[in-house]
């Protein structure tokens, strides 16, 4: 399956583009800390992986992120610093929205979300990182489904 097309988006990723669509940049500041605040600790099972298999090489911010398929569906965890909370909002807002759904979901993510999501609050500079998180997690997606 390839990314997403007009049509093609996931309702639970539809639902995050349409409530940030309507906020302020403050507004947008605030829903970003409520979201990094909900990014779940990695599991203990995942703990005594090597991060640096894990790692978003293209994120200035060390992040590892670790996916897992149960069943046919996706599951995405990561190891990301307290401090680094674009990331964390980011990536919280994701698993939320794609975890337990088939690679499909993921894939069906549109190549411009990072920029729909943080565009109004001045993090063009750390755009590239963001969107290579989500390469990352479509990467593990696309293998799931050929697989």
């Known amino acids: 399956m390839t ?3 007009p049509g093609q988006i996931p309702p639970s990723i539809e639902k995050i583009l349409r409530r940030f669509a309507t906020l302020t940049p403050d507004m947008t500041r605030q829903a970003l800390v409520q979201y ?7 599991p ?3 703990q005594g992986l090597d991060p640096a298999q894990y790692r978003v090489h293209e994120c200035q911010t060390p992040v ?3 996916p897992e398929v149960v069943d046919g569906k996706m599951y995405y965890y990561a190891d990301v ?10 990536l919280a807002m ?10 499909e979901t993921v894939l069906n993510i549109p190549q411009d979300f990072v920029r729909k999501v943080m565009g109004s609050i001045g993090l063009s500079a750390r755009e590239a990182g963001l969107t290579a998180m989500v390469e990352r997690l479509k990467r593990a997606a696309r293998g799931a489904a050929a697989s």
């Open 81 to 90: 610093p307290r401090e680094s909370a674009a990331i964390r909002a980011l």
């Open 64 to 66: 590892a992120i670790f």
């Open 44 to 46: 203990e099972r995942l």
């Open 36 to 42: 990094a605040n909900k990014l779940p600790p990695l």
């Open 94 to 103: 994701i698993f939320d929205a794609v975890n337990g759904q088939p690679p």
């Open 3 to 5: 990314d997403a097309t």
